[in-house]
């Protein structure tokens, strides 16, 4: 049994950073790949970032691709995402997810077993 808990949401201007963090239960962290997905009002949850359970890929939504950034620190069993150059495109939840090993597809929101609660990322012009 995993639990996620994502933290580091806010209000924040267009062109600004914020920095998510995604901290996991379990001491078998480090066999999880781990994703962040984001759910806007009244629209699907679509894929944002993955990492590998060895931190040795990444995967990227085109929409993210050269702004967010994601990362692992297994010794803190936390996943971090960094976003810079906000847009407004970006408001949304954004969740927290993971699967042992590898999912069926890094960017398949049904390839992953555990989630987090969301945070919410508001980005104003």
């Known amino acids: 049994q995993v639990q996620l808990v994502e933290s580091g949401g806010g209000l924040v201007q267009a062109g600004g950073s914020l920095q998510l963090s995604c901290a996991a239960s379990g001491r078998t962290f480090s066999s999880y790949a781990m994703a962040w997905f984001r759910q806007p009002p009244g629209k699907e949850r679509e894929f944002v970032a993955a990492i590998s359970w060895w931190g040795g890929s990444t995967y990227y939504a085109d929409s993210v691709k050269g702004r967010f950034t994601i990362s692992r620190d297994n010794a803190k069993n936390t996943v971090f995402l960094r976003m810079i150059s906000l847009k407004p495109e970006d408001t949304a939840v954004y969740y927290c997810?993971?699967?042992?090993?590898?999912?069926?597809?890094?960017?398949?929101?049904?390839?992953?077993?555990?989630w987090g609660q969301g945070t919410q990322v508001t980005v104003y012009s």
């Open positions: 997810a993971a699967v042992y090993k590898s999912p069926n597809g890094y960017s398949d929101v049904l390839g992953y077993d555990y």
